[in-house]
């Protein structure tokens, strides 16, 4: 087989597929239809081969993507065939293609146990996975195989994919190394032109070289298609107005027109076949003598016979056949297929569901089991799918009314937000003639749900979806409903978000009415989030204790148990839980619990020291939320990066992100959002030393209370109001701010907190005792996981030493300080802390000279003068008064030679030529 101009390709391919890299075990193959992905597979799979690698294969089909797992069985069954795979794994994957309901294998389980499968096989040979067509494999196959894909570090297992551009679902979104297949240029044209039996010439060389467009795939039907055109008496068989794709579906077209009615028939019953067996079309031709349309339709190179299958010789080919078929056709060879399937139900309710034209309650009912199986298998698509149909097949109008509101609940689950909504909107059409019944609950409880979230996410208006939750868990009297646990997580969120007393106090009172029954996750969120300060102690170990249960919920209650780990610092502890959401839902699941994982892994990550981290989730997060429509993630995502920013002193990149934090949140009213926004403030503006500015943005989230009730962002605000309080001179506020936090007990929350309480007892503590309380809180518990809280309060004890004339003992601090920002990343902090510990070196080293006329804190004071800062900034900062500040400016403007501060930057830059 010759590959025509791919050499270039063929040479990236196979250095990939013998590279011995751990960390590059898979490449995408991408091009549009008929590029030559697939011959090229072909050429390096048949290499492999010869090379003695063993190589498994399963290539998408069209009408197989409704069937779940069909591609990762045609996958694994020769790989397990061929190898004994220990009995462990043998048992999951077992499991994994049954439909009992007893032993359920996830996703995220039955990806483990194929790595552990293909590890197991590499121990006795080199593997290659060839995977064709993925955008036609089945949804679960798809993710499950991505998943796998990307967790192979065995240099022994090489996995090769092939998909259309932009079609590859979780494949093209994923890190995997791509190699696009582009149109063949004019001279490689030529020659695969060159080889083929009857090369043409003249005009109709021409007309195909222009048609074509270097397309391998059309330069090969083309000629075959124009030669018929022109011995017809017609040039006209392609349309150049269409693309590409779509003349090459009318070129096999044109060939199925030639065909008998009886060969017809035969063809689409191949194209929409899921078995690809000759069995299959042999039961459903009926009477029909089949065999000799089979070798007609052969002889036209439309399909090929391989042992007992039957499979189309390109994609294309198939999907004209079905684009080409008339609707009572179609629905006749569906029921064909259907009777000829009875005893595969998976495959049977697919073609029984395409050949109905009126309800039929058994289909529908069908449908929905297998929408359920599907999700057990990570197949929310199919389930969606599934469930459409069943909806428009049900009989009885409160059955479909709640299968429309599950419907519109999967299609928010799967950030499809815009049909979520359309549903519901359907779903009040039906409210208005409704009667209630059974289902009735159901139906309205899911609608509840999928609008509130739709409202949040979309509008952002919290207080609408307030009053909507309220209303409707007000009628509800079984709290064990899933709908209803599900409108009191929603309600939940919407209570953080407003951060509003009304609105806690009602959720409690709803919590009240249920009693016992209340989910004991929302109960300990609302002691969490509500007013953590005094409802929150001890409250840790309680939640711990659900994890091993929590790693069996749903995906959505896990992410609420790290929901209600951030104010109570317990994120590190829910680390496990938040990795095993992410990993389930990347293989295909909840998009909203996936987000919120991301958003609370990358939290922690920020508050652990870990910036870059933290950075890396925070972008994916953005560009994710995004493209889905997640608007309220995506405020939560950039919070986070506006956050980063300020840590690592990108002032300017900080102050964008919360502007646009600010323009998405501020008209919605959201009191979290608010609190978030004036804490990057806050870092913002101690970051430039203005410590003015820093407490009254704290200001703004306390009102004057530096623990305000049901405002839970308070907490982590904390120790920088105290301190912002102190430099600013308010003295007898900070110390109020310190005694109210131990009257709350506020150590009793986290230990991060106890270490702020700690620090703030410092910081306002007796000057006698100031020394004794910083060594304190430098040991406090845990105080070396919070990098950058501790490098501050390192930096503040240096200050403090040096101002008590202590330079030996401040250095020290200093240079842990200076590691840690360095080590962060924290520019701003890192210029600070350097500064100090200069100011402590000239104080011992050298005293005013002509070479160096300021003193130690006279150089400090006119650095921040020529910064910007005002002569009361300079004092706070200093914990000087403003006087001292101004008579400080009066001696060094005359020791520089200069009269104005305008002048002062320019002065201390020659200062510093004369010093080197």
Known sequence: MELFGRGDDLAAVLSASKSDDPDARALLVTGDAGVGKTSLINFVAAQARDAGVATFRCTGVQTEAGEQLAGLHQLLRPIREAFDAPP????????????????????????????????FAASQSKIMLVIDDVQWLDEASSNVLAFVARRITNSKVFTLVGTRSAEGGPWMRSDIRQVELYPLGNRDAEALLDSLPGAPVGQLRDRIMAEAEGNPLALVELPKALRRAHIGGSMTTTSEMLPLSE??????????????????????????????????????????????????????????????????????????????????????????LAAALRSRPELWVWHRAAAATDFDAEVADALED?????????????????????????????????????????????????????????????????????????????????????????????????????????????????????????????????????????????????????????????????????????????LNGLIPTVLDFEPWRAAWMGMASVYIDNLPHQRQILRKVIEQEEVGGSAPSYWIAMVLSA???????????????????????????????????????????????????????????????????????????????MRIFSSEGLYEEEYAAAMKIGGGSVLVPYRPHALWMFLETVEAAWKTGRHDEARAFVAAAEEAGLGKVSPRLAFHLAAARAITGEPHRQSELFAQALQAEGVETWPFERARLELTYGEWLRRHHDMAGARPHLREAMGIFRNLGSTAWLDRSAAALRATRV?????????????????????????????????????????????????????????????????LADLAKTQD
């Not at 462990?88 to 996703?107: K, M, Q």
């Not at 929409?272 to 031709?285: K, N, P």
């Not at 080293?845 to 300021?854: A, F, I, T, V």
């Not at 006087?883 to 009269?899: D, E, N, S, W």
Request: hydrophobic letters at 45%; glycine letters at 6%; proline letters at 4%.
């Open 88 to 119: 462990a794994t043998s048992s999951v994957l077992d499991r994994a293609f049954t439909t009992r309901d007893d032993v359920p294998v996830g996703p995220f389980e039955l990806a483990n146990a194929i790595l552990a499968l293909l590890d």
């Open 247 to 336: 003349r090459l579906e009318r070129v096999f077209a044109a060939r199925v027109e030639e065909l008998t009615d009886s060969q017809r028939a035969l063809l689409l019953l191949c194209a929409l076949d899921r078995t690809g067996l000759i069995a299959t079309l042999q039961v459903a031709s009926g009477e029909q003598w089949w065999l000799p349309d089979l070798l007609a339709i052969e002889d036209m190179g439309l399909v090929q016979r391989l042992g007992e299958r039957v499979r189309f010789n390109h994609p294309l080919a198939r999907s004209a056949v079905a684009q080409a078929a008339a609707q009572d056709n179609l629905r006749a060879a569906h029921a064909a």
């Open 370 to 542: 297998l929408a359920r199986e599907s999700l057990r298998k990570g197949g929310s698509q199919i389930a969606l799918r599934a469930t459409l149909r069943s909806v428009e097949l049900t009989p009885t109008l409160s059955t479909r009314a709640r299968r429309l509101a599950f419907a519109a609940h999967l299609a928010n689950q799967t950030g499809q937000l815009m049909m979520a909504r359309e549903k519901v909107a359907e779903l009040r059409e039906w409210s208005t003639s409704k009667t209630p019944g059974p289902e009735t609950a159901e139906t309205e409880g899911y609608a509840n749900v999928v609008l509130a979230y739709a409202i949040l996410n979309w509008e952002g208006d919290t207080f609408a979806a307030f009053r909507l939750l309220t209303d409707a868990l007000e009628k509800e009297t079984h709290a064990r409903h899933p709908w209803v646990q599900e409108m009191l997580n929603s309600l939940l969120l919407v209570c953080v978000r407003t951060s509003r007393p009304e609105h806690w106090h009602q959720l409690d009172n709803i919590l009240e009415r249920m009693g016992d029954d209340a989910p004991i996750e929302v109960a300990l969120s609302r002691d969490a989030l509500s007013d953590p300060a005094r409802t929150a102690h001890d409250l840790a170990p309680r």
């Open 603 to 681: 939290l922690d990550a920020m508050v652990s020291g870990q910036l870059e981290v933290a950075a890396v989730m925070a972008h994916r997060g953005l560009r994710g939320t995004e493209q889905s429509g997640f608007a309220e993630i995506t405020n939560d995502f950039r919070t986070i990066a506006a956050m980063v920013a300020a840590i690592r002193g990108d002032l300017a990149i900080a102050r964008v992100e919360v502007s646009r934090v600010e323009a998405w949140a501020r008209p919605r009213g959201g009191g979290l959002s608010e609190a978030w926004i004036q804490h990057i403030k």
């Open 843 to 907: 104080a011992t080293e050298s005293g005013p000279s002509k070479r160096n006329p300021l003193t130690p804190q006279e150089r400090e004071i006119a650095e921040l003068a020529a910064r910007g800062l005002s002569t009361k900034d300079i004092a706070s900062r200093l914990n000087l008064s403003p006087r001292t500040v101004g008579a400080h400016l009066y001696r060094i403007y005359p020791k520089l030679g200069i009269a104005s501060r305008a002048a002062l930057h320019a002065a």
